[in-house]
């Protein structure tokens, strides 16, 4: 079996980062210009691409994006899922013109026609009857889970270990060495410590669920139908059943977040797999790259909402903590309902996911060829490899097979011969217009990374 030499993978490293820094003088003279802009970002996260500056974009289209320094890339981090619908689709660019500049009325605080549409589709594709828009998935998630608890009229959130659910502050914690609940390390001064409004266990864990359940105190299970954030990592066969059947019997409300999983097909893991949640969130996609979230409520919980806010214990109409001012606009709802109808159909996904079975066998078949023990996750249309193998089937297990050098290592090798993975993880997603020659690319420079790190 092959391991890695650390002294060859320090050499790479400088190797690719050298190369990266030759080859980029222009984004590296946007980041040096940008006295005016905190960490020289605009997004502090943006510092987190490797190479020690990101890319300065000029251009992007479909799957390709091209740098200042005239430089293209075959796009698989597409934003981290924001651009799952190809970078400035044709029918997403035509009704955004249309809303901006032919109709006028960007954000008026005014319901369109394509609130209605983008509701039905969503109740469609999802099942949930009751929609809510919000302008990204942290707010739908923040704003549902405060209706969970005035529903319940419980206190406590119930999450996964290494979770990520956008910055929610009750979800930043995580099962420590000793198995108990520990704020997540690195966790922004926290206003309050999460273990006190929150519960937390290990995915696939289903005698921990009941027994943090069994307390009496979860108003909501928030859960990914399958960790994105960590490494993919799936359930376990009946795991959603079982997770369903554990929230009704303790009486907690069940609240799953497709934000990522979206990539199962085009109704997500809940439709693909029938799953039952009370409560729905997602974002980031579709939108077409226009900010949108939505949550989506079943009939019970949107009865139960309406009864406490009808005696007014609860103010979801002005400053109760539910609300943004340029939510559903217009301009997003129009983005919405063309993506929707027009990009992210059942024909884009099907094509997608063929696209990601092709890319996790080369990508497993190259492991194989130099005896690598990583191994590599599909989910529908995106496919993430882990340095590590079996597959971890927790977020703890997963955390613990990350390499920080290797990330750094595979982005810039990837980049640096035309290929962007998401910097956040080793994740790869197709759109539209993804093709199988890109599929090709990447398993041609893929082996070639792992080649030059074994030795071969
Ligand atoms: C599952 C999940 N939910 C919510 C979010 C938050 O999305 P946003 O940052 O767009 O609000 C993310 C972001 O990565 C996510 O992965």
């Known amino acids: 079996m092959a391991v890695v030499d650390r002294t060859r993978l320090a050499e790479l490293l400088d190797r690719e980062r050298t190369r990266f820094r030759a080859e980029h003088s222009g984004s590296r003279a946007v980041n040096r210009q940008a006295n005016h802009l905190f960490g020289r970002v605009p997004m502090t996260w943006m510092s987190k691409w490797s190479g020690g500056f990101p890319l300065a974009l000029d251009t992007a289209k479909g799957n390709r994006i091209t740098d200042v320094d005239g430089l293209t890339y075959i796009d698989f981090a597409l934003g981290d899922t924001g651009a799952m619908a190809g970078h400035s689709p044709a029918p997403t660019v035509r009704a955004v013109i249309s809303r901006a500049a032919t109709l006028g009325g960007i954000t008026t605080m005014l319901p369109t026609e394509d609130a209605e549409w983008v509701g039905a589709e969503l109740t469609r594709r999802f099942g949930l009857s009751q929609w809510s828009f919000t302008l990204s998935a942290t707010d739908a998630n923040r704003w549902a889970i405060r209706l969970a608890r ?19 502050d009750e979800t930043f914690l995580v099962v420590g060495p000793d198995g108990s609940p520990v704020s997540r390390p690195g966790n922004v001064a926290p206003g309050v410590d999460p273990t006190q409004t929150t519960r937390v266990v290990e995915w696939n864990d289903l005698a921990a669920v009941e027994h943090e359940l069994a307390h009496g105190d979860v108003a909501v299970i928030l859960a990914e ?8 990592v799936l359930p376990e066969p009946g795991f959603h059943d079982a997770l369903r059947a554990l929230a009704t019997k303790y009486g907690a409300l069940l609240m799953i977040d497709e934000t990522h999983t979206i990539s199962a097909g085009p109704g997500g893991m809940t439709a693909r797999d029938a799953l039952q949640p009370d409560i729905f969130v997602i974002g980031k996609s579709l939108g077409g790259g226009i900010p949108f979230g939505a949550y989506g409520l079943s009939e019970e919980v949107a009865r139960n909402v309406h009864r406490h806010t009808a005696t007014g214990v609860a103010d979801i109409r002005d400053v109760g903590g539910v609300g943004g001012t340029l939510a559903g606009n217009a301009l997003s709802l129009a983005a919405v309902r063309a993506t929707l109808a027009e990009v992210l159909t059942d024909e884009a996904f099907a094509n997608m996911i063929r696209l990601a079975s092709q890319y996790t066998l080369d990508v497993k078949r190259i492991l194989d060829e130099v005896d690598l023990p990583w ?14 193998r079996p597959e971890p089937r927790n977020g703890g297990e997963s955390a613990a097979a990350a390499d920080d050098e290797l990330d750094e290592y595979l982005h810039l090798f990837t980049l640096n011969r035309g290929i962007l993975m998401t910097p956040f993880h080793n994740m790869a997603l197709m759109c539209p217009d993804t093709t199988a020659a890109d599929i090709d690319r990447h398993a041609e420079v893929f082996g070639d990374a792992v080649n030059d790190l074994v030795g071969r």
Do not use: W
Not at 225 to 232: E, F, K, M, V
Not at 380 to 387: K, L, M, S, V
């Open 225 to 232: 139908p399958a960790l994105t954030n960590i490494g993919i």
């Open 375 to 388: 191994s590599v996750t599909q989910l529908g249309a995106r496919a993430e490899y882990r340095f590590v």
């Open 150 to 168: 005035l529903v319940t009229g419980k206190p406590k959130l119930l999450v996964f270990s290494y979770c990520y659910h956008g910055s929610v």
